[in-house]
């Protein structure tokens, strides 16, 4: 079965800094994808950065990158450059790409970005 | 704006009724997805369709049924509510280039009293 765990419940950073949020995962599919989406105070959930798990490089989206590391199955998120607007939940995600509809979130880490 | 719709924003409704929630995916989008939200038991997957046809089912409650129109908007019709179900309901959809990456609408927050 898979499994996600985040295991920081809220996280602080200095505006300007960088963050890393953490992420591991536990699953027996040989091909599977990792994602993470922000959800605002507002309530949506905004898909941010993907990787797939035969993907050779990290995986980067503007100030998004994913530091993968497979052996130790992990998918952190870096947010670089930490804005205001970055303060909120973040979710670690997992899909089989056998079955993509089987995706598994984990409980989420709160980011507070300070002034 | 992911582009995803679901209406309504809000729902408040009583113990025992039942409610119909919409989601119209975005433009070409074929696979439509729905998940819960609650606090006690996090993002939850509930069902997916294709094209109108269920194609796979998560932890959807047999109170709980789904479909998807032609046009390819699709309802989440919710009965005999219970306190328990009061949650945020999202739905998602893929296109078929990269399905893996789903697209969420703005969520339906459902209270039951």
């Known amino acids: 079965a898979q499994k996600i765990t985040q295991t920081q419940p809220g996280m602080f950073v200095q505006e300007k800094e960088a963050v890393t949020l953490d992420c591991t995962y536990d699953t027996s599919d040989p091909s599977y994808g990792l994602f993470w989406y922000k959800q605002p105070s507002s309530g949506e959930m905004i898909f941010l950065i993907y990787q797939g798990s035969y993907d050779q490089q990290n995986a980067t989206e503007g100030r998004y990158s994913l530091n993968f590391q497979k052996a130790r199955k992990s998918a952190n998120l870096v947010i670089s450059a930490s804005q205001l607007g970055d303060s909120a939940m973040y979710f670690c995600a997992m899909s089989s790409l056998y079955n993509n509809n089987d995706m598994r979130f984990g409980a989420g880490t709160r980011l507070t970005v300070k002034p | 704006d992911s582009g995803v719709t679901q209406t309504p924003k809000h729902l408040i409704t009583a113990t025992g009724q039942r409610v119909t929630l919409r989601c119209s995916p975005r433009s070409g989008d074929l696979s439509v997805y729905w998940y819960q939200q609650s606090l006690d038991q996090g993002l939850q997957f509930l069902i997916q369709?294709?094209?109108?046809?269920?194609?796979a089912k998560g932890n959807i409650l047999e109170r709980f049924s789904a479909q998807q129109f032609p046009d390819l908007h699709s309802e989440l019709n919710l009965s005999s509510l219970e306190l328990g179900d009061s949650a945020l309901y999202f739905c998602?959809?893929?296109?078929?280039?990269?399905?893996?990456?789903?697209?969420f609408g703005p969520g339906t927050r459902l209270t039951v009293t």
């Open positions: 369709y294709y094209n109108g046809e269920e194609r």
């Open positions: 998602a959809s893929s296109p078929e280039y990269r399905p893996y990456e789903q697209y």
